[in-house]
């Protein structure tokens, strides 16, 4: 007989799962279930901040309460199994903490074994033929890249199909990169004016018609616009617009589908159209007001010109990791993703303090990936900073060579300069004066990275900026920090969800 | 500008989604809903018990509490589709009461169309392809057909499929009646000790592996039997047993896949082999020992004697719902059914008291349908009828002709003679001394339906049940109740779950 | 070493804490803890309908789920505790299915003690001095009687407070009979129209400010109202109307202190004030009307005659148990009640379908407490009867006699006539046509209590419900139930809440 | 007609309610209702991290979600109240983000004023005699004082009690302060080994038997002890152990009655018993040891070291925020209080993250109390800083001058020094390597704080301790932070909550 801890047996079962890594904060007694991980072959990586896990908690797909140790192997499988099925997402386990101590013999424990990969279906093949002869007649034709076709791991039948079709597409802020930022079919820098405006049937790729993509209604929409929907699920297909043409399944295998119907009788929208033609000139035109803004030589510097030398100078196959409000929101436009699912995001809710967690989960897969591994990159407004920045702690705890660039204009959304906040400091107590959006100006977030032994830069010039990046993007034994001061009042006027409705001019 | 209450907009947005039946109970303000309801067109059914109602929200699929009038028509649209779309469940809408009579200007509703059919998916090819050489390789082979075959209207191809096949079927209790139960390729009736036991691949249509089928596992599965599992949810993927072959899809689809793999080559399973052999001496056994018990002629009857001269009566066509402990358990075995979606029971949580509503539910149907419709015939455990019993008054007030034979043994799993019970009550306190078990014997629930103007008969002999439901089964004015008195301890050995998880024999 | 179940250890729990009944419905795995609580000498009693038990679990003031069988003595106690002390409420303790078989050795069970009377407080004496003062200024003065009165077994102090400060009072419906309804004192009969509407000091004893209250608020009060608030829910206070003074405390201890205080110097509200004139002239105005009502000899008989002549012939020590909607409303007013703790009904939340697992409870435990007891009287609207009208099974089997007397209008709040009911059913599908509040008429809820041997009654005129009572009230061997058949158009105009908020005229 | 937004209603509204200051971070749309709060009167404070929100939604004792603008102004009221009438606690109002932005009328919002302080009551004078009479039997008796003592303010009564009485006190961490730690009657430095173990009557006020206290049971509790327990929550009454005597009301009122009961025959419990010669002895014993521990000269430093200097130079008026395992549990018995409610910690929950809120808010208000107001002194470990140490550059933006001392010791319970963390991670990944409990070896905590304009100190010796400490205490212009690094293994073998259990050696 055999006897197991209720902490060996989490392990045990992680550890049949393939999970590879725990991130946590111990204490009794989590302290058992992390040594316990470890002993199993888990790496284990202690965190300073407990709130990404909150948020799991109430956002999990699947939650359950093991009612005994026994079925910990069969509820850990599950937990894992829910996550990457039908549409991934977190799921919560609450073991009760007398269990970890508790005792149970082996050979009361069913043996359970790893998940296999997530079952495919395809699309209805009436459906796909109609969704074909309905794309066929778009006089203004869009695909809308989303997640789902990053998780399905689409992009290579997409590539094809995009290119074979002719047709423009633009990303979702989670579906960037599944097809470069640069290919010539995208239309992301003629988004909100002109491309969701103006088209007329839109191949919707595993994306929701939530409000970041305004409800597909007008007047951000046409209301005439015909939707193809492509989603795995069922439930999604309808939600605020009914579509045009469902078509149920993995967007891998849908698209391949679709590539197939087209290719058939060698249909191709043609690049000389008119709504082509609109696109290219919007695009021209929006990129040359970038290149203003982005080539003016003020200091302090703002947000484009930032962008601007920052997406020169990021390596190809870096990872992006970005949150804030105007940041995470102009740093989208401005740099490019080029390979798929290689760019995290505050998502759907916007929640601020997950940029250095993931940072951190991505380096430390990263690093055990081989040499040094590709670039993790984050992309901080200064006020995201703060919700988990002693966290840059545990990225100089484990050598992490994350590169961090706090995009800082001392406050949410905007700020003040120093000499302003002095005055206003000198009139009375700054809780009744100062707005409530500003935060310290010219915060030293680069010297809270040098407190733990990584590299602190302050940036105020184009020229310390690009100097300070090339430093860090070549130093892989610690991580480093860019607290680029730009102008407090760099946002232009305030708008509903600013971060993430404001156009691409 | 017109005006409308939130009570208006309510029944207009069911009307809209082709809502066509209302069931409730009125109180403030539920009364001004109902009113709007028959005024949009919608029959509303007045019931006498909120219960079932309560189980719809713990188990909904989709539950929401509208923040304004002004979504409603797009909450209900969600609700009604989400009913539908994936695998089907009740879904709850919590309408705060002040908004039953607010106000709001018809202009300010976005109009909201009905939500289409359900999108349809297919299984992978290459995975269709492999459970086809599963198959082929099994030397006992099974095919378990669960409800989402009912749900996905799959009869039509199933049949061709395991005719074509030749292969054994045995449906669970919900899957009942999507092929006939005396289709000559039913297994049912060497279920447990055999078919299930022994079967070394399975063909998983649409049915979960949950304790109604004991979870696939040992001892009452061979723990190498190969399941090629059918679903069109993935997350179902894998419960409890990790399959051999993963079909995603629609189950109507997925059989017309499978169908067409089976007819490329001609393969079929020859009815001559051993296992046929088995299964055909096993079903003989067991129709001998049923027969026996059937025809014993002891008064007061079986469960046995009783079921069998109700199987000999109804209609084909009629619909059959089902709750109770022994009476659902060995009514399912031997109330045959031969048509899709024809039957109905206290389902996985085994839910006492939905019987009489579904009934009502169902009749009201029925009504609408046609001239007369078909039989409601409601089979009820003397302790269920009692959770809503009362609704035998909502039979009568609309004429609805239900049949309900109440199998009375007294209690619940068994109970006393009256003797025994006059000897009890003599002996002192009843609570004291009674079993748990016990109800009142030969308690009249026919009365009850008689109370109320319905037709209820008292059934002790076999001469009285064939005479009281063939009356029963030609009179259309009125639901009749035939209250059948049955051998009180006529129970066998207590098992875990006995109500369902009986052998047949 | 001695071994317990986990079934046993329930039983043992509630026996230790002086828990003499179990009301239940078994199923697997309730049997092993009904026949446990047996054996421990706890009654059980056998129910039919478990819809009571649903609402207590969302409404519990305690609920917890125990992780471990070596808890539960403690849980049990905590619960039975948490039930009585503070604000009395119903606690829930959810036991996982699996716990009842489960198996622990007693030693390792903590012995714990029945919990003892809750602890008493008083109010401060500073605060009891200003409520004195507050009363002395007081034109026209009021005490409304609560539950907490109740509650607190405040009659006998009550009574003589009332009768030595010579103030005017009357109760809420929970707090019924703590003073007779004949007391000289009291002015119920013209509670809305005059003596909550011009109140201008108002000792407010154990009853809360909510709905049944109209908040304290205009219209329904004078907005200068001084309320003296005396709770022992120190978070009561307030609620709604900020008190003149507030007294925490007991209420009976609070009340022994209020008399004190006047007794003092000898303080009375004089009995020929202007404020005593106009309550008496409306008492007896009202009296008049109600008196009219109800000496009206027409058949169907309306409300008033049938509570009139009921309300002759039921012994004063009766308890009176209440639900439906203008039954219950209008019954309050013409049924007295004598004294304090004989009076249940639908509650703060109007919750229908209690009324006869009341009346089993009430009646269980009065005849265990000596040769017949006291009568238990249930009155009940028609629909309330549906939500649990088979619980006459279970007084039928336990011989329990309890007098049902169902106020039948054939509907909810109003109901239609049978010539009218066969007219509509003619014009086409009742369930189109049926108002929503129309039940069958002239449904026999007599004839089921007479199905299962207990004693009905059709009742149309008041000779046959004179009769019928007279022999209900004698008969101390089953229950009887009085199918009082009245004038289905009986109720007047709708109001809002028309069962609680109805003027005494 | 004047219009009011819903950020005009919340902020009115909590005004009306004297709530002074408002905490937050602002984002869409809470930035309406900070500016609004601005406008009203109410200062606003921005903050880094949501982490302390979040708990109170969890364990709020009141919570709501209004349903319409109107009902904002009770709404608040109640929350108010609620937080401060009974037993105290956070209450969560979730106000849906479409209300702040929509508008109301003003005549339509019904006024509601400021509620009163909470009402008061008293024990019963029956059991104030018993508990008397029982107290007068003691042979070894205990005053144990909780923070239901601090929240009723009763330190005059409870000095003028313990003196007169002359019983030995002992305070429960959130209890310390309401009389001084150094006053002769106080016996904590004999708390776990004699006081609580052969206290044969223990006098509880306002504390509870939870796992702080051991709850109340053996081995940490004499088994025949009996309780005189005082609370104002009934509910509290018995909770692990049954009080010999249960007194329900206002702690600072009953004292005054146990008073009042013990002055009228001058009873006094003599300070020459062998009970007092016991605790005496133990004390002194236990003080030499703790002062050979904190005269120790090593460095790095021990926690008793640590503590001792920092205790001789805090003074006695300052504000003790505290949170972390070891640092607060030794802390705690190292660092006097001696006055009331000037100390906060991690509470029953051990709640990390809290410790720089709370400190923000005490020296937010405490400088709007006057010119300098009293030292906030935060007292962490350095896992705890790091859950919320960003909260540096609030302080930093407000200039609060607060003194924050990190207790250093590289990781939680334990870490390793500096050179075996090296070795360490030559000896490969050391998220396989490093134990689960260890940090960073000598992070540099105070350069986060220098990096913010505040004053940070690097301190490893006792000079250097007492040399930083003092400037710190002259400096009220700025934030300083002491980070002070002490032997890692400074820890003690482990034990089950060793930073509460920890016995006072």
Redesign the interface.
């Known amino acids: 007989m055999e006897e197991l801890t209720g902490a060996q047996l989490i392990a045990e079962s992680l550890k049949t799962q393939n999970v590879e890594?725990m991130f946590?904060?111990?204490?009794?007694p989590?302290?058992e279930v992390?040594?316990a991980a470890?002993a199993a072959?888990i790496?284990?990586?202690?965190m300073?901040?407990?709130?990404a896990v909150?948020a799991c908690r109430l956002f999990s797909k699947?939650s359950v309460r093991p009612?005994?140790l026994e079925v910990i192997p069969?509820v850990v499988?599950?937990a894992v199994?829910?996550s990457m099925?039908?549409r991934p997402g977190a799921c919560y386990i609450d073991i009760?903490g007398?269990m970890v101590n508790a005792k149970v013999d082996r050979s009361q424990i069913?043996v359970v074994?790893c998940?296999?990969d997530?079952?495919?279906?395809?699309?209805?093949?009436g459906?796909v033929a109609e969704a074909v002869s309905v794309l066929k007649t778009a006089k203004r034709p869009l695909v809308i890249i989303g997640k789902g076709a990053a998780y399905s791991r689409a992009e290579t039948a997409l590539r094809e199909f995009v290119e074979t079709s002719g047709l423009p597409f633009l990303p979702t802020p989670m579906g960037k990169g599944v097809l470069p930022d640069d290919h010539p079919h995208c239309v992301a820098a003629a988004r909100s004016r002109l491309a969701l405006l103006q088209a007329d049937v839109i191949l919707l790729l595993g994306a929701r018609l939530n409000w970041i993509l305004h409800f597909g209604?007008p007047p951000r929409f046409d209301p005439n616009v015909k939707i193809i929907q492509v989603d795995?699920?069922?439930?999604e297909?309808?939600?605020?617009v009914?579509p045009a043409v469902?078509?149920?399944?993995?967007i891998n295998?849908v698209v391949t589908q679709l590539l197939q119907g087209i290719c058939k009788d060698g249909w191709k929208y043609g690049s000389g159209t008119e709504w082509w033609s609109l696109l290219r000139n919007k695009i021209a035109a929006n990129a040359k007001i970038s290149k203003t803004l982005a080539l003016q030589s003020t200091v302090p510097m703002n947000y484009y010109t930032v962008f601007h030398h920052v997406s020169q100078l990021l390596p190809h196959d870096c990872i992006i990791i970005s949150e804030g409000?105007n940041t995470m929101d102009i740093g989208r436009t401005m740099l490019n993703n080029y390979l798929p699912r290689h760019r995290l995001d505050a998502g759907t809710f916007?929640t601020?303090?997950v940029g250095l967690g993931f940072a951190i989960a991505a380096a430390?897969l990263e690093?055990?990936n081989g040499e040094k591994g590709r670039r993790i990159v984050c992309v901080e407004g200064d006020?995201a900073?703060?919700?988990?920045?002693?966290e840059v702690?545990t990225m100089?705890?484990?050598?992490l060579p994350v590169v961090i660039i706090v995009v800082n204009n001392n406050g949410?959304?905007s700020g003040v300069d120093p000499e302003t906040w002095r005055e206003m400091?000198k009139m009375g107590?700054?809780?009744?004066i100062?707005?409530?959006?500003?935060?310290?100006p010219e915060?030293?977030?680069?010297?809270?990275m040098?407190?733990?032994?990584g590299k602190g830069y302050l940036v105020r010039t184009v020229e310390e900026l690009r100097s300070a990046l090339e430093l860090s993007l070549t130093d892989w034994q610690r991580p480093s920090l860019l607290n680029v001061l730009i102008d407090p009042s760099s946002d232009r006027k305030q708008q509903?969800?600013?971060w993430l409705t404001r156009s691409n001019l």
Do not use: W
């Open positions: 890594y946590g904060i111990v204490g009794v989590i302290i992390a040594m470890q072959g790496k284990y990586v202690g300073r901040n407990e709130q909150e699947f009612s005994s069969s499988e599950k199994r829910a099925y039908g009760a007398d069913r074994s998940c296999p997530p079952p495919v279906s395809l699309a209805d093949h459906a209604l795995l699920c069922a439930e297909m309808g939600n605020n009914r469902a078509l149920l399944g993995d295998a409000a916007g601020m303090g430390t690093r055990s006020s900073f703060g919700f988990s920045g002693m702690e100089c705890r484990y050598n949410i959304y400091a107590d700054l809780t009744s100062a707005p409530p959006v500003t935060l310290l915060a030293r977030y680069d010297e809270v040098a407190a733990f032994g509903e969800f600013p």
